[in-house]
């Protein structure tokens, strides 16, 4: 059975544009206004894909959790 998660963008040069190959592989000139363009470019792309922070990572932060772990203290086993 095969995943159905995000689809993975084509790998494409940052340098020429082209994808068969990525910047390291490609043999045209390097033009770092072009590289660092399509790298903002990508990374904007990504951000727009993460999932967007919920809250406190940290159960014992949170106050709706915290309660229930109150009766846990560090180095003690029950």
Known sequence: MK????KRPKQ????????NHTLVDCK????QAQIAMNRKDF???QQQ??????GPSRYH???????KF??????MIR
């Open 3 to 6: 995943k159905t998660g995000p």
């Open 12 to 19: 494409v040069c940052w340098n020429c544009g082209e994808e």
């Open 28 to 31: 045209q000139p390097k033009v």
């Open 43 to 45: 990374m904007s792309q």
């Open 49 to 54: 894909n993460e999932p967007k922070f919920m």
């Open 61 to 67: 932060l949170d106050p709706e959790l915290s309660s």
């Open 70 to 75: 109150t009766k846990f203290k560090p180095g």
